[in-house]
C-alpha cells in the first residue's frame, strides 16, 4: 500500500523522534553541536610527536638562513613533519630566515598565530619566541613575543598577533621557535560573536562569550613577515589583557560633566533667586 505526502511526512517525523539525541545532534549544523575534542588531549598529542622527532639543530648555527623573510606576512604551519630544534634542552619547531638587508632601520616584523582547532574551548595555540643573530650567528637579542586577540572581518585580521622591532644594524637573521616558557604560557582572549561577521572562518570557530585563556602548544599556523598596514591596524585595536574595570558610566558623567544635584548642597539644586 503506498503513502500519501503527509503520511510520509508523518513517519519521518516520528522516526526522528525515535533517534533521540544522536538524531538531533546529527541535525545540528557544526557551530551549534558541543566540542567533541579536549582540548589537554589534543595538547598531549602534539607534545608527545614533538618529544619523539628527532632534533636536526641544537645551536644557532646549524640552522639554514637561505630563506628570506617575506615583504608581506606568510602563513606557514609547523607542526607533524617539520624540522625540530632542541634549544637549551626545549624541543620546539622552528621558522629560520635571512633579514633583508636594504631595509631602512628600523622596521618591524609582523607575527599572528592561528587558534589550533574548531572551538574556543578546545583551541590552543603556537606561542613564537624570536632570535635575533647577527653575521656570526651571535644572538642579539631574543625575547618571547606577547599575544593580543583581535577578530576582525576577514580570516586575515583575525588571531592572535605580535611583533618585533629591528632596530640592529647587526642583525642578519631571524629565528623564530617556542620557547619553554612560551609552550607552557596562555594568552588572554575575550570572545563575542555578535562581534565578527559570520561568514568567516573564525566565526564559525567560535560560539562563545566571555573571556577565556586559550593555552600554548607546540604546533600550529603562524603568520610571519614584515609588517604591513593591513597587520599594523589589527595589532593597534588589539586586546592584550582584560580591562580594568571602571566606576560604571554614570559615575564617570558625574565626574566629567558635574550635574546640578551633585555639588554638596545636600541632594538640593541650585535655583536662581528670587529678585
Not at 503527509?6 to 557544526?30: D, Y
Not at 583551541?123 to 593580543?148: H, K, M, N, W
Not at 585580521?157 to 596562555?186: C, M, P
Not at 585563556?213 to 589583557?241: F, Q, R
Request: proline residues 7%.
Amino acid at each position: 500500500m503506498s503513502l500519501r505526502p503527509p503520511a510520509i511526512a508523518a513517519v519521518l517525523a516520528l522516526a526522528a523522534l525515535l533517534g533521540g539525541c544522536h538524531t538531533a545532534k546529527a541535525l545540528l549544523p557544526p557551530n551549534l553541536r558541543p566540542p567533541s575534542e579536549n582540548t589537554g588531549d589534543a595538547l598531549k598529542l602534539a607534545q608527545l610527536q614533538l618529544m619523539q622527532a628527532a632534533p636536526c639543530c641544537s645551536s644557532f648555527a646549524d640552522f639554514s638562513y637561505r630563506s628570506m623573510l617575506p615583504w608581506q606576512p606568510q602563513k606557514f604551519v609547523l607542526g607533524s613533519g617539520s624540522m625540530v630544534a632542541n634549544l637549551n634542552g626545549t624541543q620546539s619547531y622552528f621558522l629560520a630566515f635571512r633579514l633583508p638587508a636594504d631595509v631602512k632601520l628600523p622596521y618591524k616584523v609582523a607575527l599572528k598565530s592561528e587558534l589550533n582547532g574548531r572551538w574556543l574551548h578546545a583551541s590552543y595555540l603556537f606561542a613564537p619566541t624570536v632570535v635575533l643573530l647577527d653575521e656570526g650567528f651571535q644572538p642579539i637579542r631574543s625575547e618571547d613575543i606577547g599575544l593580543c586577540e583581535h577578530m576582525g572581518w576577514s580570516d586575515e585580521t583575525s588571531g592572535a598577533f605580535g611583533s618585533l622591532k629591528i632596530d640592529s644594524a647587526q642583525a642578519r637573521y631571524l629565528l623564530v621557535y617556542s620557547s619553554a616558557e612560551q609552550q607552557s604560557g596562555k594568552t588572554y582572549w575575550e570572545q563575542s560573536p555578535a562581534s565578527i561577521s559570520s561568514s568567516t572562518t573564525a566565526s564559525l570557530q567560535m560560539n562563545s562569550a566571555g573571556s577565556f585563556s586559550i593555552p600554548h602548544g607546540p604546533d600550529g599556523a603562524l603568520w610571519v613577515g614584515m609588517m604591513n598596514k593591513t597587520y599594523e591596524k589589527a595589532l593597534a585595536n588589539a586586546i592584550c589583557k582584560k580591562a580594568a574595570k571602571g566606576g560604571g558610566v554614570l559615575n564617570t558623567l558625574r565626574t566629567a560633566l558635574p550635574l546640578p544635584w551633585s555639588n554638596g548642597n545636600n541632594g538640593k539644586a541650585n535655583h536662581p533667586s528670587s529678585p
